[in-house]
């Protein structure tokens, strides 16, 4: 393992202090020294997804004539796709960025099911885009290489190069412990309510990472129903969209999307787009916590927005902010009235339980099942 002071002496001895991009757990140690060294000695800016982050570095390079760094989980690669082949690409504008790429589902690694095509390809698309790439081994005199001829590339063919970062790369960073958040309720406090006062017809579509392990949990403990659930593992933002596609096709079914912050803000359009087709039977629940706890607690802009005035000015019929659970109970009437879409934003702690569960089937399987609950139940 190398430090993470070590790592940034080499970047400043290069002129790198400018980083963007969505965190990843592969490297949360390394995102806790940025985190912390912001603005200090280091700008970070805390993009709302993978696609953005080459923006802004393109717009930091096109300003400054300096290279920035984009991190990300190899899960975000595919968004980078369009700019880096269409913006930064050498047969366009030929710009230089250096991007720290989280390898997950590395091939001959255990990982979860969502990242192992990604991680089997990781490499062969870095070929395909022609971008030159290092693999980081935990060796600072290798490293020290790597970023030299990463720099050279940068300088000489102006185009995107890629440092590849696998797992307990980086040492433990004891930083001041991310800030906490000043919210009351807990999400698993608000996941047991709001599944206690649903109907059981109604089906939830839940985002990437914690969430959707605490509501299998919730299901894994009880009734084991899980044909009522879309987990949506991986594919970070779409809950919503998949929640809207369903929606319109299932009228008299209840679609209820449990979103996280940070995958809300990814995909921002999908406000526009549910509030274009206001299906009456969508109900979104954004379970804020201004963080990416699931890849370790780091902020994400969500302290700087405000949802509700965002679904209502995109069309959607109401919006409510929780604060505490007697805010949600006043709410569950007008849930199931139905008159949506609706929005809620429930600020919740910072936390998850120890030792959560993941769905442990095949994901398929979950999909066939639910898809016949879908189909089966009552003609909904
Ligand atoms: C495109 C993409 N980028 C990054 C990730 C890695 N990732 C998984 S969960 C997550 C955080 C999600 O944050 P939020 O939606 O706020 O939910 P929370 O983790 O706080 O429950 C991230 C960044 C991913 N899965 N997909």
Request: net charge negative; glycine share 6%.
């Amino acid at each position: 393992m190398i430090s993470c002071q070590d790592f940034f002496n080499i970047l400043k001895e290069n002129n790198l202090t400018f980083f963007t991009g969505i965190p990843d757990s592969t490297f949360k140690e390394w995102i806790k020294f940025i985190l912390e060294n912001d603005p200090v000695s280091l700008q970070n800016i805390v993009a709302c997804n993978e696609c953005e982050a080459i923006a802004i570095a393109t717009g930091y390079y096109l300003a400054t004539k300096k290279f920035g760094i984009v991190y990300m989980q190899n899960s975000g690669l595919g968004k980078t796709v369009n700019p880096l082949t269409s913006l930064c690409d050498r047969e366009v504008y030929s710009i230089p960025i250096l991007m720290m790429i989280g390898w997950r589902g590395e091939p001959g690694t255990k990982d979860a099911p969502q990242h192992k095509k990604m991680g089997k390809i990781t490499l062969s698309l870095l070929d395909t885009l022609q971008i030159p790439y290092k693999i980081l081994d935990p060796d600072i005199l290798s490293i020290q290489e790597h970023v030299s001829e990463a720099i050279n590339y940068l300088k000489e063919k102006k185009g995107p190069f890629a440092l590849i970062i696998k797992p307990n790369l980086f040492q433990k960073y004891s930083s001041t412990e991310i800030s906490e958040n000043s919210y009351e309720i807990s999400r698993e406090d608000a996941i047991n309510f709001l599944m206690e006062n649903l109907t059981s017809e109604d089906v939830i579509i839940s985002s990437t990472g914690h969430l959707s392990r605490e509501l299998y949990e919730f299901r894994e403990e009880r009734e084991k129903d899980h044909y009522k659930s879309f987990y949506n593992i991986g594919s970070m933002g779409c809950a919503s969209s998949i929640g809207l596609g369903i929606a319109l096709q299932k009228p008299n079914r209840k679609v209820v999307v449990f979103d996280g912050d940070g995958a809300a803000i990814m995909q921002f359009g999908t406000f526009t787009t549910v509030g274009k087709y206001k299906p009456t039977n969508f109900v979104q629940i954004i379970f804020n916590n201004n963080a990416h706890e699931s890849t370790g607690g780091q902020p994400t802009n969500s302290d700087s927005v405000d949802f509700c005035k965002v679904a209502l000015a995109s069309n959607y019929k109401s919006a409510y902010l929780v604060n505490i659970l007697a805010e949600l109970s006043e709410i569950i009437p007008e849930i199931k009235k139905g008159e949506g879409p609706i929005l809620i934003v429930i600020n919740i702690k910072r936390g998850i339980k120890a030792n959560l569960k993941r769905p442990h089937r095949n994901p398929e399987e979950y999909k066939d099942d639910f898809m016949k609950f879908l189909t089966d139940n009552k003609e909904k």
